[in-house]
């Protein structure tokens, strides 16, 4: 019995070194030089976060037709039935912003003079913050200037073609959800 053990052992151990010596030099290891990245076999190493799209609508922005306004990026979407985003835009942002939540359209106006001085049109107001009036409006000579933080201006600017589109889609108590 001990004989067969012993012959079995040795016949792996034969096996072993053939398939060693036979590894393509493609699958060999290379020498590693100094500053190289090595592989690590843990399961977390080649794990990556997925990278954010940021045209993608925030996924806490609420359901139905809405307006979706993101502080941060400082983005616009346009929301239609079925979760469907018509259209998203950059923004301006004005020096006061309103808290994130849900607003409805309180307001709008044709053409008027920003509180900035700037001749706007396509104002659609959503919000108060501490007595400034907030809303989305587009300068009629285009420009979309940052704020001045030393001004109280409520006043979210976009381009003039993203300004009709929103004058067309936000009527009066239309959603407009606020997010970080």
Do not use: C
Not at 89 to 116: E, L
């Amino acid at each position: 019995m001990a004989g067969l053990t012993a012959a079995a052992v040795a016949a792996v151990a034969f096996l072993a070194y053939q398939a060693s010596a036979s590894v393509p030099a493609d699958l060999a290891e290379q020498p590693r030089t100094p500053g190289a990245v090595v592989p690590s076999a843990s399961a977390s190493a080649g794990v990556k976060k997925p990278v954010r799209d940021p045209l993608a609508l925030p996924a806490a922005s609420g359901t139905g037709e809405r307006v979706v306004y993101t502080l941060k990026d400082r983005r616009v979407w346009l929301v239609g039935e079925k979760n469907k985003v018509l259209r998203t835009f950059a923004v301006a942002p004005s020096s006061v912003s309103p808290a994130p939540g849900a607003y409805a359209v309180t307001s709008r106006s044709g053409a008027v003079r920003g509180s900035d001085g700037v001749q706007i049109e396509h104002v659609v107001r959503f919000a108060t913050v501490e007595g400034v009036t907030v809303g989305f409006s587009a300068a009629v000579d285009g420009s979309m200037p940052a704020p001045d933080p030393s001004k109280q201006t409520g006043g979210i600017r976009m381009k003039r073609a993203d300004g009709d589109a929103m004058w067309t889609f936000a009527a009066i108590g239309a959603k407009v959800i606020v997010v970080p």
